[in-house]
């Protein structure tokens, strides 16, 4: 059950999404710039744009659904409600040593109502997260990027059932949680000094950035992305089923996919 399918406007809509987020933290890597170490600003003045970039796009993507009939007010209100939960989640474990709750949400969200829903849900409950909790800042517009493609890619997995879907969905959520992290890591990354064997080196080559990179990952946020990916994959064990059950359930009584029909009232009526 497929609530946002990849059709063609919002698969178009998706794929731009996620080249936007992918050059947003790639870019240094690619791009020879000067702006390095304790006199870098960072992203404090691009994360804006990247944030008004990223909202119309979400928009964009509900929009494209309901020109082609693949949404309708029921799917709003069930994206409007997990997300409310989602931020939620995110506002009582706010990330403190990783343990972050509300990504074994996405992770079922995505998995059954489809790719496209768990990719709005994941942007929008991190919006209101951020909006509950404080968080916001230029990191934001990243954060809802990552989350979004927790979402996304979890409705993406191969269709599988009864134990082997909770052990690839447990498989998929630790290897998110832990990815999310080091994903994560490269909106700052660039722009900070942390020793000749752990910093970005403007202009260097490619693979040798990502090896310290990958130093740098190892030696400082691993201790907080395998507690997330942990917590997530223990989450989806053991309350995967019964809320898998529930939101599939909730999508049969809904008759998403079934279209309204209206009769005419019959004059004897």
């Known amino acids: 059950m497929n609530l946002i399918r990849f059709r063609p406007r919002s698969a178009g809509t998706l794929l731009l999404a996620s080249l936007i987020g992918v050059v947003a933290f790639a870019w240094p890597l690619f791009w020879q710039t000067d702006q390095a170490g304790q006199s870098a600003i960072g992203h404090t003045t691009d994360a804006p744009w990247l944030f008004v970039l990223l909202l119309p796009l979400l928009v ?4 494209a659904e309901l020109s082609e009939s693949g949404i309708d007010a029921k799917v709003i209100s069930l994206l409007g409600m ?15 040593a990783g343990l972050e709750p509300g990504f074994f949400l996405l992770v079922l969200a995505g998995r059954a109502f489809g790719a496209g829903f768990g990719f709005v849900l994941g942007s929008v409950s991190l919006l209101g997260g951020a909006l509950i909790s404080g968080g916001v800042g230029p990191w934001m ?41 080091v994903v994560m890591n490269l909106w700052f990354w660039p722009y900070a000094t942390f020793g000749s064997d752990f910093s970005f080196i403007p202009g260097d080559a490619l ?34 089923r019964p809320v898998l059950n529930a939101f599939r359930r909730t999508a049969r009584k809904a008759a998403f996919d079934t279209p309204v029909l209206f009769e005419p009232r019959s004059p004897h009526a």
């Open 60 to 63: 964009a993507v509900v929009l």
């Open 82 to 96: 997990l997300a409310a939960v989602g931020a939620a989640l995110r506002a009582l474990g706010p990330g403190t």
């Open 141 to 181: 517009p990243f954060q809802m990027f990552a989350c979004a493609w927790v979402g996304c890619l979890a409705g993406l997995l191969p269709r599988l059932g009864g134990r082997l879907e909770l052990l690839l969905l447990a498989a998929y959520s630790l290897v998110a949680g832990v990815l999310y992290g």
């Open 207 to 240: 693979v040798d950035n990502l090896h310290r990179y990958l130093l740098f990952v190892v030696a400082t946020s691993l201790g907080w992305d395998i507690p997330r990916g942990i917590l997530c994959a223990v989450l989806v064990l053991v309350l995967g």
